[in-house]
């Protein structure tokens, strides 16, 4: 049984596709929806000043995103709720999933970094392997 849902989000169009059907089983089971936006540190940051500003600068860039995700489930009675963090993003959405239970992880095929992930395997494959809970890959 779902408990809860997590969409990994970053504002892509597979992102957006992976957000419609949380919401689709959210509607189907009565259950809120969680998104995560994660967005890499610079890996060696000079200052901590810098760390700061990254986040506040993917607060800004997922915001927008972010908005209308809240717009789409709103349309639809679902209480979605939002998580913006910063670090690793395979990490960081593996750490989530332990840390708050969650049942199922919902991502896109293909996010920002198509070309790069084509390449190198990818945020989606490495998500599917490591995650400590039932993936869900929309293309």
């Not at 089971?29 to 200052?47: M, Y």
């Not at 992880?105 to 392997?129: D, K, P």
């Amino acid at each position: 049984m779902l408990r809860k849902i997590l969409v990994g989000f970053d504002g892509s169009k597979g992102s957006f596709k992976a957000l419609e059907e949380g919401l689709l089983l959210a509607l189907l089971v009565g259950k809120e929806l969680h998104t995560i936006s994660v967005e890499e540190v610079p890996r060696f940051p000079g200052t901590i000043g810098e760390v700061v500003e990254e986040i506040e600068a993917e607060e800004t860039r997922f915001g927008t995103a972010i908005a209308q995700a809240r717009q789409m489930a709103e349309a639809k009675g679902i209480t979605l709720v939002p998580h913006v963090l910063v670090g690793h993003e395979v990490k960081t959405i593996v750490e989530f999933i332990e840390e708050n239970a969650c049942d199922l992880l919902i991502i896109g095929f293909m996010g920002h970094s198509a070309i790069y992930n084509r390449i190198m395997g990818g945020t989606c494959q490495a998500l599917v392997r490591l995650a400590p809970c039932a993936v869900l890959v929309v293309k």
